[in-house]
């Protein structure tokens, strides 16, 4: 085999979809695995879904993914730039190209001028409908003589290009995951390769493509599987040899439909700014319809290339799993340098209002304490602000277990002892933080749960949290003794 060649060519939209990202994904795990090429297409023909920035968008988003692409469309200094010998990589500067090719299918008769009006075309529809059959065109245009066609297109009437299918022929094609593919020719519709805006279609301008750009892989999802006899028979009738295809199942929501808009977050965009980490959206979309040989579920990009295969692709659709997401994103918080994971919660903790910009700059070390103690319990950095807000402004004691801890009969003793010891220090260290419970515990005779529950229920409103030495520190002498005798006031409630 020679060098593996493959590319991720979605239409800019205006943003990318989770399941996007994981087909570029597959196609970078492939490239690297065979130490070959991947590259980044846009197709964009249909002008109608065109949106403006969509391409930085697209390319903002692999890039923050980790997902390099070596050829094709690249931003550089705000611009669009193209990079490689196969260029140019966005279709609408390809027009030309296309027109070129599709003129050799007409002349081979593998291509056809078709003049049919939009009224016949919904006619033929309407009657096919009425007798239960596929909507499929009639071939009424597929006999026009060349004069007639000449004498049509200098009058200045519309046209369309269509493929010229031949009549009862088997197109088989061999698909990675799928298996082999077989479809009749009867059973298929003389495509559209040609618009009339003059516009080459999808399947006219991604075989072309794939091809001039030496393709040796079309790894793509699994919607287009049904489209890809028709490329298999473009291939023939050009002369060239097709791609091997690789069509992926579907990224799926619990209910098993398709992940859209409609139900909430389904692009990169949308979890970068939830506070989820590129390398768990990689590792947990790598999971959605591929699982390496050993089950092993954490997996760095460079573990990946050298576990990924096409062998372990799942036929049916992987079902994406916000828990399971929420599983890899908290092992990765984990894993980061604690100074990376402070800066990704500022935004999210200025905007809560608990902390100005201000106030986290002035002690950054302070903060990332702060961020450290509840690392623990974030599954997204987005939610540093609800794990501490208990620890800003006044006591709030709302659960059940905690007014029960706060109302046993030594917490008031337990409050008088802590304060005592509190009174007696310039500032709450370490090391005063880290012994003073032992103190407390020898002054009062209470020990264990029931000397640390109630401690925690008078200093933090709950029974459960973080390290209570931790939270001694960060409170500081002050607010320790202030939210202490907020605590007597609630035992006295
Ligand atoms: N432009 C198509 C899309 O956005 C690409 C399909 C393909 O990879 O062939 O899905």
């Known amino acids: 085999m020679g060098e593996v060649r493959v590319r991720f060519a979605p239409s800019p939209t205006g943003f990318l979809h989770i399941g996007g990202l994981r087909t570029a994904l597959y196609n970078y795990l492939f490239a ?4 070959g090429k991947f590259i980044l297409r846009i197709e964009d023909t249909d002008r109608s879904r065109f949106v403006e920035g969509a391409i930085e968008n697209l390319i903002d988003a692999l890039e923050w993914s980790g997902i390099g692409h070596d050829e094709g469309v690249f931003v550089e200094d705000g611009n669009i730039i193209e990079k490689g010998e196969h260029g140019p990589y966005i279709q609408s500067n390809r027009l030309d190209l296309y027109r070129k090719y599709v003129d050799t299918l007409i002349e081979n008769d593998k291509a056809y001028y078709c003049f049919c009006s939009k009224e016949r075309l919904d006619n033929l529809r309407e009657e096919q409908r009425i007798k239960g059959q596929v909507p499929k065109y009639d071939g009424f245009c597929r006999g026009l003589s060349k004069e007639e066609v ?20 088997d197109i088989t094609f061999d698909d990675a995951v799928r298996g082999k593919v077989t479809i009749n020719t009867d059973e298929m519709d003389d495509q559209v390769l040609v618009k009339s805006d003059g516009f080459p279609t999808y399947h006219l301008a991604v075989v072309v493509d794939d091809h001039l750009m030496g393709i040796t892989h079309v790894v793509r999802g699994e919607e287009w599987l049904p489209s890809t006899p028709k490329h298999v028979y473009l291939y023939q009738a050009f002369g060239w040899e097709a791609p091997k295809f690789v069509h992926l199942p579907t990224v799926l929501n619990k209910n098993r439909k398709k992940l859209s808009k409609r139900e909430g977050d389904v692009s990169v965009e949308d979890f970068r700014s939830k506070g989820y980490l590129p390398e768990a959206l990689i590792n947990y979309l790598a999971l959605v319809g591929w699982s390496p040989e050993d089950g092993e579920e954490i997996l760095s990009l460079d573990e990946m290339v050298e576990k990924f295969s096409f062998d372990r692709v799942g036929k049916s659709g992987g079902i994406f799993d916000i828990e399971k997401l929420n599983w890899v994103n908290a092992h990765y918080i984990k894993e980061y340098p604690l100074e990376k994971i402070a800066e990704l919660t500022e935004p999210a903790m200025i905007e809560s209002g608990l902390m100005t910009k201000d106030e986290i700059a002035k002690d950054w070390n302070k903060y990332k304490y702060l961020v450290e103690t509840v690392l623990d319990s974030l599954d997204t950095v987005n939610e540093l602000p609800e794990k501490v807000s208990f620890l800003f402004g006044d006591l709030k004691v709302e659960e059940a277990d905690a007014i029960e801890q706060l109302k046993g009969e030594n917490t ?13 220090v310039e500032e709450v260290d370490e090391e005063f933080a880290k012994t003073v419970m032992k103190r407390v515990q020898k002054d009062t005779g209470v020990k264990g749960k029931n000397l640390y529950m109630p401690v925690r229920a008078a200093l933090t409103g709950n029974v459960h949290g973080p390290e209570l030495s931790n939270i001694m520190i960060i409170l500081g002498k002050n607010e320790l003794l202030r939210r202490l005798e907020q605590a007597r006031q609630e035992i006295i409630k």
């Open 412 to 424: 008031e003793k337990l409050i008088t002892s802590l304060e005592k010891e509190l009174v007696q």
């Open 150 to 169: 000449k004498r049509r297109i200098e009058a200045g009437e519309e046209y369309v290009i269509r493929l010229k299918l031949p009549r009862n022929q």
């Open 32 to 35: 690297k695995k065979n130490k």
